[in-house]
């Protein structure tokens, strides 16, 4: 059986993605500002079990956060132009509409990546990874601190996918089968959500993935290009309104929001067909057993780190 993880091996997995990527990022790399926001979206998802001093994990998270919604703003106008790539080597589109979508959308995208080097520089980046690499030579030299605090961490985890499951069940019944973009939305998210929750306790165990992170990482970009399409509906919705004296423009426009919203059908029913799966797996995962700690009664002390 898989030798089991510590929060030193959690981190520093983690911490590797997100300073290998920041010279890409740096270029204008797009996959390297993919791969950098994921990997701060898992080094949040982390920190709460890293058991570090509340103001510290507080100060850390919150930079986490700004690092994520910065590159937020980038990497969606990144996808909705590899959409409308995409798009356009399928033949299924007006190539002309495609176009008029296309010139704006480069604007957009140019601007955002200047407004990323203005609010985001490479060197703030920099100094979170030196902070959590800092954190992460003190896990490592406390061996016996990780053994000490193993089973209250793991419960951690495990306590955090009751919640996310819980979650993910209440976005799935408020959602139904009606095809509303907003409520589709808080189900992606509760999904995602609850996958890297799911991902750290397969890790912490060992392995590699699971028969649930496979169902949820396959549920996640069902419904990613679900909300793809719906993001790039909305801006050809703005396009349309601005050439609404251009007939021609309006109509080839229209025709390309007809096919986008007839990808969204499909995608949706596959979500509808798929839901009885992620049903069972959140009834499972919410009722999965916890370790018990060794002094139920006992706090454990947060680790102090400098700030």
Request: aromatic share 2%.
């Amino acid at each position: 059986m898989p030798a089991s993880r510590h929060r030193y091996d959690l981190l520093h997995k983690r911490l590797d993605i997100f300073t290998r990527m920041l010279q890409g990022l740096e270029k204008g790399d797009v996959r390297a500002l993919h791969r950098t926001r994921v990997a701060s979206r898992r080094l949040r998802e982390l920190l709460p079990i890293l058991q570090l001093d509340h103001d510290v994990a507080r100060k850390l998270g919150r930079r986490l956060r700004r690092v994520t919604h910065g590159l937020g703003a980038v990497r969606e106008l990144d996808v909705v132009s590899m959409l409308l790539d995409e798009l356009h080597e399928s033949g299924r589109y007006d190539l002309r509409g495609l176009s008029r979508v296309a010139a704006p959308v480069a604007q957009d995208r140019a601007a955002a990546r200047k407004r990323l080097v203005a609010k985001l520089p490479a060197a703030e980046l920099r100094r979170v990874a030196h902070k959590l690499e800092d954190i992460a030579q003190d896990l490592k030299s406390d061996g016996a601190s990780n053994r000490r605090h193993e089973a209250a961490w793991r419960w951690a985890i495990d306590a955090r996918i009751t919640r996310r499951a819980d979650r993910l069940t209440a976005a799935m019944r408020e959602a139904g089968a009606v095809y509303l973009a907003e409520r589709l939305h808080a189900v992606r998210i509760a999904l995602k959500k609850l996958r890297y929750a799911v991902e750290l306790a397969a890790e912490a165990a060992g392995e590699k993935t699971t028969a649930d992170l496979r169902t949820l990482k396959h549920a996640q970009e069902l419904l990613g290009r679900l909300h793809d399409r719906q993001i790039l509906i909305e801006r050809v919705r703005q396009i349309q309104g601005a050439a609404s004296a251009d007939l021609r423009a309006e109509r080839e426009l229209e025709a390309i929001l007809d096919t986008l919203e007839n990808d969204c059908r499909r995608l949706h029913a596959r979500y509808v067909r798929d839901r009885a799966g992620l049903a069972d797996l959140c009834t499972r995962a919410a009722a999965r057993p916890h370790p018990v700690l060794a002094s139920p009664g006992r706090r454990v002390a947060p680790r102090r780190v400098a700030s």
